[in-house]
């Protein structure tokens, strides 16, 4: 099938997503190279993971999944804490385009400038999180958020059929 040539780097790391989405066999897989993916595409990217929820942890904690990048000393966060901890008590995608002015802010990385965190949902309640460092200030603009935002989406749709699958009692996809 043709695919047309994308205009832009966003619409070439879009379709990058899209066939990944296609190649994988499960939401890890996707995760992972939704992380190997943005990370090297993207040069403003410098750190990239997902933070997902502790299943049935009382209270609820964050846990560090796949990741690209430094490492961080934050692999369990709980939700009063952090840009991370915001974004999956609110269900809603923070920015931060300078962290140093962010009271929130949980430091990774000494070199961090700005921050996106972005919700996963499935079946409408969060999940998990998809969460990108930036070493340059206000490096999310609305596009990127679009981006980041599809990826999350993704993952969610792929959590989704998954549990809807273990649910039925069918054996694992095969697609
Ligand atoms: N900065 C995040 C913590 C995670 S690290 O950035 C990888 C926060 O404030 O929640």
Redesign the pocket.
């Known amino acids: 099938m043709a695919t047309t040539k994308p205009a832009t780097k966003l619409d070439e790391v879009h379709q990058a997503v899209d066939q990944l989405n296609e190649q994988v066999r499960s939401a890890d897989a996707l995760m992972q190279g939704v992380t190997v993916l943005l990370n090297e595409k993207m040069l403003k990217y410098n750190?990239v993971?997902f933070y997902m929820l502790e299943p049935g942890a009382q209270p609820p904690m964050l846990v560090l999944g796949h990741y690209q990048g430094a490492m961080?000393p934050?692999t369990r966060?709980p939700l009063n804490?952090?840009?991370?901890?915001a974004a999956a008590s609110s269900g809603k995608t923070v920015v931060v385009d300078d962290?140093s002015k962010d009271p929130?802010?949980?430091?990774?990385s000494i070199e961090?400038k700005s921050?996106i965190?972005v919700p996963v949902f499935v079946r409408g309640q969060v999940a998990g999180e998809l969460?990108i460092?930036s070493h340059f200030p206000a490096a999310f603009m609305p596009e990127d958020r679009e981006l980041i935002e599809y990826c999350a989406r993704l993952v969610g749709k792929r959590l989704e059929s998954e549990k809807a699958s273990r649910a039925s009692g069918a054996p694992g996809s095969t697609s």
Not at 104 to 108: D, K, S, V
């Open positions: 750190w993971g961080t934050h966060i804490q952090g840009i991370c901890g962290v929130r802010y949980l430091a990774c961090t921050e965190v969460d460092d």
